[in-house]
DNA sequence: TCTTAAAATGACCGGCCGGTCAGCGACCCG
DNA sequence: CGGGTCGCTGACCGGCCGGTCATTTTAAGA
């Protein structure tokens, strides 16, 4: 009994966090209201807080489940022996993939971005700083090796950052239609080549 | 007289939209209240109302005054005679070179991405769709002139000026203490010619 | 100094939203 | 059937903020 209890208040819970990625997708960061929030699961308002202290925890919830399994994807990804550039190009791989399956997450991603630049504090679970700060050493790594320019790594790696978010932003808006893999190539290859054609004629 | 009460009143209007951008500096967006606005000038808030009609005309004019000039500047690069790879790198360069004279505006730029983004509509001045369209017009061209790789232009574009705003906002946190000239062929050489080193040896 | 029109003010209003809690019904047990 | 537990409810509260407008202040002209 204590575990079925557990599970059906789990599930509750996802339905509550479903509901705001919903709300979210559907009409925006300023839509998301704990009434509406109620409204859309079909529950009274009180409900909701017999889930989740209060408003920022519940955010902060559908954040957590929503990108954690990104960031493990990608940690073990950081963490496994591929060389740097397969590293960089995996990485684009897994970041599209991850969020072509469930594009309603990305919505979530951007909220995060958007909250932790406008409200111009520093967060203590910044996702993307942790992003941009494993790729850092990735690139230092390759520059390392020789197989990288000396280039700043820590920009570098925020442009390489930035540009799968920009491609997946894309695929988002103009319909997606490309397969990801790619768009994921043409990440890699920009980024690791250059736009410019090689002189090889 | 005429002349004079225009001049002055414009001068009310400035002092205004730098309250706007002061505060929204200092204590992130959600601080930009009529009230704290008209405290920051020395005024009260019906006075404001004088000026402007109502809160989203201030904050648009805002925008327009920080993000017009810049605009325009990146607009007459856009209609120059250069090759598409020049304008790439002069774009950089212009880009970096705004918003490092005034580094306060560049909150402007964030705030209107997030609401853009955010908020989920579309909206009718969208400058950042602006720049996208007129970058991927360059990127078309060099592809047909043979320079660039025959790439997604318009994903090309979105990774090229996502990468700009990337590489200044690493200069406005990381304390910008390098060159802005070294940032933007920074840009220039990464996106145009790749990380990977050139096996030039 | 008085007149008067324009400029500035800030108390006030209404709506919104996060959060609370007294109460209600469903269900179980004795 | 009586009583007690518990999940759930939604009316309500308080604070915030955008916007208004009757009133006061300013200043120019006579």
Redesign the interface.
């Known amino acids: 009994m204590r575990a079925t209890t557990t599970l059906w208040q789990d599930f509750k819970r996802q339905s509550i966090q479903e509901a705001v990625i919903q709300l979210m ?1 559907r ?4 839509a998301v209201t704990m009434e509406r929030v109620a409204q859309e699961v079909g529950i009274a308002k009180g409900t909701v807080y017999l889930h989740y202290r209060d408003k920022q925890a519940l955010l902060e919830a559908v954040k957590d489940s929503a990108l954690t399994p990104l960031m493990e994807r990608l940690d073990d990804l950081f963490d496994s022996d591929l060389d740097p ?1 397969r590293k960089l190009e995996a990485y684009a791989l897994r970041y599209l993939g991850y969020f072509d399956e469930r594009r309603d997450l990305f919505r979530i991603l ?2 995060e ?2 909250v932790t ?5 520093r967060f203590r679970g910044d996702r993307y700083r942790h992003l941009v700060e494993r790729t850092t050493k990735v ?1 230092r790594a ?1 520059i390392d090796d ?4 000396d ?2 790594p ?3 790696a ?2 390489f ?3 799968n ?3 997946m ?2 695929r988002l808006r ?1 319909g997606g239609d ?1 397969p990801l893999e790619d ?1 994921a190539r ?2 890699s ?9 090689r002189r090889s004629k």
Request: charged share 25%.
């Open positions: 997708c009409e925006g960061l300023g550039l951007i909220y971005r958007e630049r406008v409200s111009g504090q690139i390759g020789g197989v990288f320019r280039v700043d820590g920009k570098a925020a442009m950052v930035e540009a978010f920009a491609i932003n894309q103009g490309a768009d043409l990440i290859e920009i980024f690791l080549r250059g736009l410019v054609k």
